[in-house]
């Protein structure tokens, strides 16, 4: 139990930064297993203290270590994946909204305005220094992640109209993100479709932002437009595929701590398909397909418990490794 009995500063000090990523599933696996079963918040709040206590020991390591944090937000990789931490605390937000309204608003505007920094710090970063072989699908969370945002956001609970309004904006603001991006990270993966091994797993973020987009969509309009809708799904239901096909190959590789980047994705497509199946029900062309779209959401959601129970015990496992080649 050597290995155990360090101080906390060394456990601290070989926390990854990819562990936000693992964070924000936890959170999110456990508020759409909350919105999916109602089970008088149990599961949304266990996820969210989890993701909470994680996000905490990494604030712990940055604050430890703050020229480590200034060269993560100068990295290519890592600068795109701080903003996780971000996402993270906008879904504990959301878990806030059920016990104290106020506080929960202070702390959507702060997450929400912390990712917005991330954003802006990391368009700076790779624009001084653009490669396209830096280009990753990781490029995908500083812009569309502010989406989640929007997803959080209980827009029939508040009256807090300037967050409401604003939260409209960041739906528009992402939207047009996610089609500036998506393009850019497709064009590199046909002109450099090699990935180094370490970053191989953010392939798997290729099925998020359309799923997210949709979600955040559905919860934001109050009338949404069935095509657009259909098109929105198609596309993720396509990349949610390519990714379960990619999970055998992408999961059991050499441990990097960009397995979490497999992650979040699978969870958000449970939640995307949960809610275009409940909008599909009460739409009378569309009522033939919610049962269907409700039982495949399950299914994912189930993939997405297993991936991430895979992908935790990973980390555990390397971060005893680290520990035992820790100098005594």
Known sequence: MGHYAMPAKQHLSILPTPLSGVALALAALGWVWEAALGLSGVMQFSGALTAALLLFALALKFGAQPLTFLEDLRHPATGAVLPTFAMAMLIIANVLFRFHEPFAIIVWWAATALHLLFFALFVIYRVRAFALAQVTPLWFIPPVGILVAVLVFPFDQTSHSLANEF???????????????????????????????????????????ASLLLAAYLHCVSQPDAWFVLGLLLLA?????????????????AFTPALSALTFPLVICASCLFRVGSWSASHA?????????????????????????????????????????QPA
């Open 167 to 209: 939260a409209h904006y960041l739906l528009i603001f992402g939207g047009i993100l996610f089609v500036a991006v998506l393009p850019l990270v497709l064009y590199r993966l046909v002109k450099l479709p090699v990935l180094p091994e370490p970053l191989r797993p953010t392939l798997g973020l290729m099925g998020a932002p």
């Open 237 to 253: 239901l396509a990349l949610n595929l390519w990714l379960i096909m990619q999970l055998p190959r992408l999961l059991f590789q």
């Open 285 to 325: 062309q569309w009522q033939t397909h919610s049962e269907a779209l409700t039982a495949l959401a399950f299914l994912q959601l189930f993939v997405a418990t297993c991936v991430i129970a895979v992908v935790v015990a990973r980390y555990i496992s390397n971060h005893r490794r680290e520990l035992r080649q």
